[in-house]
T-cell receptor, first 112, second 114 residues
Framework: SQKIEQNSEALNIQEGKTATLTCNYT??????LQWYRQDPGRGPVFLLL?????KEKRKERLKVTFDTTLKQSLFHITASQPADSATYLC???????????FGTGTRLQVFP | EPEVTQTPSHQVTQMGQEVILRCVPI?????FYWYRQILGQKVEFLVS????????KSEIFDDQFSVERPDGSNFTLKIRSTKLEDSAMYFC????????????FGDGTRLSIL
């Protein structure tokens, strides 16, 4: 069956370090992979989208990689700040559908 | 920056009652969606809507659910006879016309069924 896995345990890092979050998927051929940020009681906020034929995308302090051989995406936040503390969601979409399939999310806590 | 807005932010309803959740998508967007998130669980797809009709729906979206775009700005989700298990956050999303564009989400309506 199709599965999307993100680290269920919280990731705790010190301010200024790089946070790396992982999204693994099985039995799935995504055309697009998207990363969202979700704060408690709020909706997902779009961060980055990467297509199947792209290896890497960057936006300011954010970087996402997409390895379709490993079936994995990595999401990096460089020079992390306490304000980056949130849950980060990975979402996949195939070519033949418009729906997003979400992972469970990884909670990031950045300590000063 | 344009955003998806949802009302109300919190809706409390007795089991068996009808409820309508409202959304105003981003104005130039063409595709509209409803998702839900039960407390502590994943965000789940309910339905997508394009050109005034449903384009895709999940198993969750049964006959008790319906969607409508009554005018050029609003997009609504109706649950005809609510059940306890309908309690969740309901998110509306929209995207532009090109398939590679991302979906943008509202802040949701927390639906509590008593």
């Amino acid at each position: 069956s199709q599965k999307i896995e993100q680290n269920s345990e919280a990731l705790n890092i010190q301010e200024g370090k790089t946070a790396t979050l992982t999204c693994n998927y099985t039995n799935y051929s995504p055309a697009y992979l998207q990363w969202y940020r979700q704060d408690p009681g709020r909706g997902p906020v779009f961060l980055l989208l990467i297509r199947e034929n792209e290896k890497e995308k960057r936006k300011e302090r954010l970087k996402v990689t997409f390895d379709t051989t490993l079936k994995q995406s990595l999401f990096h936040i460089t020079a992390s700040q306490p304000a980056d503390s949130a849950t980060y969601l990975c979402a996949l979409r195939s070519y033949n559908t418009d729906k997003l399939i979400f992972g469970t999310g990884t909670r990031l806590q950045v300590f000063p | 920056e344009p955003e998806v807005t949802q009302t109300p932010s919190h809706q409390v309803t007795q089991m068996g009652q009808e409820v309508i959740l409202r959304c105003v998508p981003i104005s130039n967007h063409l595709y509209f969606y409803w998702y839900r998130q039960i407390l502590g669980q994943k965000v789940e797809f309910l339905v997508s809507f394009y050109n005034n009709e449903i384009s895709e729906k999940s198993e969750i979206f049964d006959d008790q659910f319906s969607v409508e775009r009554p005018d050029g700005s609003n997009f609504t989700l109706k649950i005809r006879s609510t059940k306890l298990e309908d309690s969740a956050m309901y998110f509306c999303a929209s995207r532009e016309g090109q398939s590679y564009q991302p979906q943008h989400f509202g802040d949701g309506t927390r639906l509590s069924i008593l």
